[in-house]
């Protein structure tokens, strides 16, 4: 699973906005068939989706596309739907049992066939949205080899998982940490690298939208979604490599290089190769994202 940084939302249901919505620079948009879409407009936003996946997917778009939870009946028929070129990843939401997870696995590899896609290549991202969601976070990430990454959407004045759990909203956040903190330990442990946290909803407060952000990467999570396209940009902005770090790891790896043995000192901490692995995965991030990086050693290092 790549690093997005920022997963932007837009109505499944209107061809307008998923045409446009790249200008505004999110890592990937997430086509949505839930929520955004009322009940009687579900089946006809359908056809609209895998139009717009696969018109995106040739202008080098990341899709992913948000379906209908399995309890609805309508996640099927869904997936039958929006599965072809230009997919990336398919959004269980209120995700709360393995079996599920399969459900859709089984589905997507059905309709892969059918498409004419190479077997896998359609991912799956995990909403975990209730309590025992939330809970059984591990199940879900293991569930099977598909499931790609997962999404905390934690934090939210009012919303799903807020009515499950019965918490009390606080702007310092302190009731869901310890969900934040387990889900994002869960997809650690299931090996994913760069797990998903949900972005606030007041997009009109930036300073809070930063506030939110910036705690979600200093918990461990590497992106957000964006229900807003003003919301992008800080995203993009916190979960990319700053100068002082790209500039901190580069010197890293000059003085490990220079020092031709196990361990050095630099900066007044002794590194080894560990350190070097983790630079070498940071400044590979900044390139991919089109940060100056400048010139370091590179040859006599261990790949991240």
């Avoid at 997430?30 to 995106?56: C, F, G, H």
């Avoid at 399995?70 to 079996?99: S, Y």
């Avoid at 309709?111 to 799956?124: P, Q, Y």
């Avoid at 407060?205 to 800080?234: C, F, K, M, N």
Wanted: net charge neutral; charged share 25%; hydrophobic share 45%.
């Amino acid at each position: 699973m790549k690093l997005l940084r920022s997963l932007l939302f837009v109505p499944g249901n209107n061809p307008a906005w998923m045409d446009k919505a790249p200008k505004y620079g999110a890592d990937a948009l997430i086509l949505d068939l839930e929520d955004a879409v009322p009940a009687n407009e579900k089946r006809a936003a359908r056809p609209m989706v895998r139009a717009a996946t696969e018109a995106l997917g040739q202008r080098g778009v990341t899709v992913v596309v948000r379906v209908n939870a399995v309890e609805t009946g309508l996640t099927g028929e869904d997936v039958e739907a929006v599965v072809g070129p230009g997919l990336f990843a398919i959004m269980i939401p209120k995700a709360e049992n393995a079996a599920d997870v399969r459900k859709v696995d089984a589905w997507i590899e059905l309709f892969e066939r059918k498409a004419g896609l190479a077997l896998g290549s359609v991912a799956i991202i995990v909403m975990p949205e209730t309590a025992r969601g939330v809970r059984d976070a591990y199940e879900l990430a293991t569930a099977c080899p598909r499931v790609a990454n997962m999404c905390a959407t934690l934090g939210s004045r009012a919303g799903d998982l807020t009515r499950s759990v019965g918490y009390k909203w606080t702007r310092a956040g302190n009731e869901t940490l310890y969900m934040e903190s387990h889900i994002l330990l869960a997809a650690r442990a299931a090996g994913m690298a760069y797990p998903l946290a949900g972005g606030p909803l007041e997009f009109e407060d930036l300073d809070w939208v930063r506030e939110r952000v910036l705690r979600a990467r200093e918990l461990g999570y590497r992106g957000t979604l964006q229900i807003h396209p003003s919301q992008v940009p800080i995203a993009n902005d916190v979960f990319s490599p700053s100068r002082e770090e790209i500039a901190w790891n580069v010197g890293l790896l000059r003085a490990f290089a220079a020092a031709g043995r196990g361990t050095t000192r630099y900066d007044g901490m002794m590194i080894d190769r560990a350190h070097t692995r983790n630079a070498l995965a940071l400044l590979a991030q900044a390139e991919a994202f089109g940060l100056a990086v400048g010139e370091y050693p590179r040859s006599s290092l261990e790949p991240a």
